[in-house]
């Protein structure tokens, strides 16, 4: 098992960047795949980035490459989404996952419902 804590949000103005961070504790982080995911208000839970357990393989949704970049260390048991270019429609509570079923290039990772371990959230706010 593994908890997350997710930090790093805030206001920023369009065109800014934030760093979001996630803390993982408990056994055999370096096992598990990792994803981060956001929620806007009135709007579902939708996938923004996932890696694998090595760092190998990474997935972005398609709004956001070319803006956003994911890594993990695995002896600091951390995660980070770098978050660049930020627009309003990137305005969301953002959470990280760990631990999907199924191997990360698997669509149905894409979903919350794949994931089994969550963090509280951190919210990220745009201006424009």
């Known amino acids: 098992q593994v908890s997350l804590v997710e930090s790093g949000g805030g206001v920023v103005q369009a065109g800014g960047s934030l760093k979001l961070s996630c803390a993982a504790s408990g056994r055999h982080f370096g096992s598990y795949h990792l994803g981060w995911f956001r929620q806007a208000e009135g709007k579902e839970r939708e996938i923004v980035a996932s890696?694998?357990?090595?760092?190998?393989?990474?997935y972005f949704r398609d709004s956001v490459k070319g803006r956003f970049a994911v890594s993990r260390d695995n002896e600091a048991n951390t995660a980070t989404l770098q978050m660049n270019g930020l627009l309003p429609e990137d305005t969301a509570v953002y959470y990280c996952a760990a631990d999907p079923s199924r191997p990360l290039y698997d669509s149905r990772t894409h979903s919350p419902e794949a994931w089994v371990y969550w963090g509280q959230g951190t919210q990220v706010t745009v201006s424009s």
């Open positions: 890696i694998n357990w090595s760092g190998t393989y990474t």
